[in-house]
């Protein structure tokens, strides 16, 4: 009896560890259930009412803040609640609905005039339109606006790049925006979520933090609940001036694990998911009740070498790294075909985007011969800066570390969190990193700006060129289309020679959804408009 | 079994089970032989790992990826094209090195901190003890990955992490077995013929002390192994490409519902029947080293 009873003790003990060994081996378990989105997905049916829509999202946003918003999440809520001056057209490029940033169409502005000289825009304001709260959009509102994203951490970057000078309510529906210097990308940026129209009139008396948790626009949905935690919810604004949105309500589930988002879209528990893993969509889209879209993106991944440490210092260097990228491998066996190749430091898709000068290949021996001409015949060893978070940069690592160890290259790969990478970045001393770029405004002068230009704000491994300098600095003042697109076609020949970034690949935006749902537009912020969304 | 002395006795060293009988009285305990057979195999497999493993862990073969268990790769390949059976042996060099470092930080810092502050009582013991308070109060896991994300991730930092999360119990431990043999009257005998404090807290406190620390260093050991595993799961652990048990759990894990379910089930079981194994033996020491348990049945 004494026996069974030891015995049964120590079963127990058994299980006892066990189940203590799976609990903490398990943190899928708990990180799972920082976003009960995933466990809570059984409980939402598929949508009863027809008109509501439930989206997996992978973060939780961090502001509602328009001037301040700078993720997909955050830029999300303020495409949703708020509404611009103007906007982008849509496009059709092989049979879906794609948005095409070069056509400005009115919006909250119904009509506009510029100067001869280019330096004065005139917008006149769509009369009738209302706020959420009931006050009119008025020139007041605009010049508010613009002073707040002038004022404001994120957004007064892109005020300084637009060149806006003074902005003037002429009177209760014409406002006139005075530029600097001539500047053809100012239509294309004041298109952008940061310059989102606020309501001056119910911000009186509010304090700045306000926005932050606060909606106060005239878009088509009203943000009901955030809890970046778990879900937000938004409701249809019954009144906007567009027409009530097709969707009575959408209800974002954040859902950290993009194995979990893609479950919960398999299944049915959500209508659409967003940054479904590549090797994923092959499985989706055996599934007929839903629609996978994979769309080419101006979304780009390079591997970044400081051109201001040895021995990245060095072209040969830098081109001999080029030679050594396993492209093929990247594209077919890591993005599984969802990606394309990228031979520009501009995304094919951009206006203007040239492959002059690109004569990358896997080829071990030229790889070979350029670092003995440099000087490297032995190798050398250098290290690798990763932020988490993305799957695929890692695997991308780990493929273009075996091959670089097969030129005696050792690259050692330095994992840090992508918050922590993102300040050391800034600081512009890491010797190589990997890194992703989306240009908001798809035009290379923006583009080039940001992360080639000498002084560009995200030039984050110090490339340099005085001729590159000199080409964006003519380009960015040139009002000639044509001649702008030669100038910048010299300077992409001479960055893609100069190798101060490897070309890995464009990724495709993969957006999952159900079957049942149309009307959905690819814009390059890859953010979801939901307001022309309907399900049937 | 009345002819064994008491663990708290002086001659504790003489009467203690000699290595055979030790051995033989562990091993009658099956639970205990079954976790000390899973320690022999794992410390077996670390050791001649680079002779037996049939790939080397690190070189992509695009060629062969995703391979099911089977055939030329005994457990499988993973997305890489790696063999997974030559990761998990080379894992388990990580994990019992760690293991070991770790524990080794806990036991060498633990031990003096917890044997100083219960032979000195007073103010030495309140800033002491409250200090592993301090550390004890926050849970082990965010401590750790506090420690290893502030000095930098990578194996090194988690074997620190480790290490410092595990100061507490052995100071505990070591806390309470000083309290009560300091008063006893070897103690004494010596501290009246003026032994110096060191040579007593060395020479006949913690000899008598040793049991249940050996105790606590063999479940320390599977905690350790965990909670490194849990870290490089987190990413705060080994660099890629290092074969670790965890960070292949956390490279596999997208890899589930796509069905190819040995990329995580193989490093999974490593370190059940590597925590297992050492939990088992330390339970079993336990029972042979204290009398009165052994004496019970």
Redesign the interface.
Known sequence: MKKMTKHLTLLLVLCIVLAGCAAKSNPPASSASQSPGADSGATTQPAAASSTLTVAFSEGGTTLDPAEASDLTSDTFVIAAYDQLVTYGVKTVDGADVANTDEIKPMLAESWSVSDDNLTYTFKLRSGVKFQSGNPVTADSVVYTLDRVKNSKSGSFLYGMADIKTVTAKDASTVEIALNKPNHMFMQIIALYNFSIVDDVAMKGKNADYLKTNTAGSGPFAVEKWDPASEAVLTANADYWQGAPKLSKVTLKFTKEASNRVLLLDKGDVDMAIEIPAKDVASLQANSALSVKSNASNRILFLALNNKVKPFDNVKVRQAIAYTIPYDQLINDVMHGQAKQMKSAVASNTPGYTDKGYTYEHNLDKAKQLLEEAGYGNGFSFDLTLGSGFQDWEDDAVLIQAELAKVGVTMNINKVARAQFLEMQKKKNLTAYISKWTSFVNDPGYHLGFLMYGKGSSNYNNYSNAEVDKLWEQASQEPNADARKQLYEKAQEIITTEAPWSYLYEYNRIVGMSAKLSGYVYYPDEIIRFYPLSKN | MTVMSTASSPGQQKSAPKPARFLRLLLRNR?AAIGLGFIVLWTIAAIVAPWIAPYNP???D?AA?LQPPGGAHMLGTD??GRDILSRVLYGARISIWTGLIAVSISFVIGVPLGGIAAYYRGRTETIIMRLLDVLLSFPS?VLSMAIA?SI???LFSAMIAVGVVGIPEFGRLMYGQTISLREKEYVEASRSIGVKDRVILLRHILPNALAPLLVQATLGMGFAI?TA??LS???LGV???TAEWGAMIA?G??????GEWWLVTFP?LS??TA??GF??LG?GLRDVMDPRLRSGK
């Open positions: 639970l690190y070189v992509p695009m990826k997305n890489f896991l994300a930098g991730a990578g965990l595993s849990s799961f987190l990413g660099k890629p490409p490279e894990r997208e890899y589930i519902i796509s999974g370190i059940a925590i297992l939990n088992l339970d």
